[in-house]
């Protein structure tokens, strides 16, 4: 068992492309995503979702960092159980809306459209799996997996780069803090057990322009995958899992290599 595993935040992001919610304990399910998290994106027009036949569909095809970096300005927080969202910039709310209420999720697709200055024909719309996420995820892979980001990786292509990054750029689930940059990459097709859950590591985590953009300011002020292939002669940072087995999992828990 290795101490040094040890979990230091969790995250799910209700909504894709806009910002996390910050979770003390979760409860892992055998073969799916953080539930509720991805539950909910912005498509763009051209795009037709079918919420009783959901498949995977590429990230660009639906609002999201990668293209629209303002999303990192908005504010948002999501109720789970009255299923209202509300969006705000700088503490100053611009719109709220209940995401089962038609009505509500075409003022909040118009107010995308006007924030982000999309031109006319390309009006969003929101979507969402029959189900939720425990048939569907719009999760930037098909696998129904979670991912994992070693906080002592981040830190070490910082010192590479001689400049601070924020680990929320990379959008993971659960982030943990050991002595060993890149260690995680060793994992691969290893079980791990996280708090009372089981995964199996499955692959490395590729990434994207939408690493870019700084989660605070909005700006694309570091070109990460160029720094990552500059310093590592690859592009990926991070894990992906599958949950094996269902469990709790808290933050301050331990990661055990099985």
Same mark, same amino acid.
């Given at each position: ?129 029959? #189900?939720? %996420?425990? /048939?569907?995820?719009? !999760?930037? +892979?098909? &696998?129904?997996? *979670?991912? =994992? ?59 994207? #322009?939408? %690493?870019? /953009?700084?989660?605070? !300011?909005? +700006?694309? &002020?570091?070109? *990460?995958? =160029? ?32």
């Amino acid at each position: 068992m290795n101490l040094d595993n040890i979990i230091k935040s969790i995250y799910r992001y209700p909504i894709k492309g806009f910002c996390g919610e910050l979770l003390s304990n979760v409860l892992l399910l055998a073969d799916n995503v953080i539930p509720g998290d991805r539950e909910y994106a912005f498509a763009r027009s051209e795009i037709n979702f079918d919420p009783n036949n959901p498949h995977y569909i590429k990230k660009t095809k639906f609002l999201a960092l990668v293209k629209y970096e303002k999303l990192a300005l908005l504010e948002a927080k999501f109720n789970n159980y009255s299923k209202r969202l509300l969006l705000s910039e700088g503490g100053i709310k611009l719109i709220e809306g209940n995401l089962t209420n038609q009505e509500d999720c075409q003022k909040i697709s118009n107010f995308l459209k006007r924030y982000l200055n999309l031109p006319s024909s390309a009006q969003p719309n929101m979507v969402r799996a029959r #189900g939720g %996420t425990k /048939v569907h995820s719009f !999760s930037d +892979v098909p &696998d129904k997996a *979670i991912s =994992l980001i070693n906080l002592s990786t981040v830190d070490e292509l910082s010192s590479e780069i001689s400049t601070k990054i924020d680990h929320r750029r990379f959008r993971g689930n659960i982030y943990f803090e050991n002595k060993f940059p890149w260690e995680e990459f060793n994992w691969i097709d290893h079980k791990l057990r996280i708090g009372e859950a089981v995964v199996k590591i499955i692959k490395r985590t590729k990434r994207c #322009g939408a %690493t870019n /953009v700084n989660p605070l !300011s909005a +700006v694309r &002020d570091i070109n *990460i995958p =160029l720094e990552l292939k500059k310093h590592y002669k690859h592009t990926d940072l991070g894990i992906y899992a599958i949950v094996e087995e269902s469990g709790a999992v808290n933050v301050g828990d331990t990661i055990e290599i099985l």
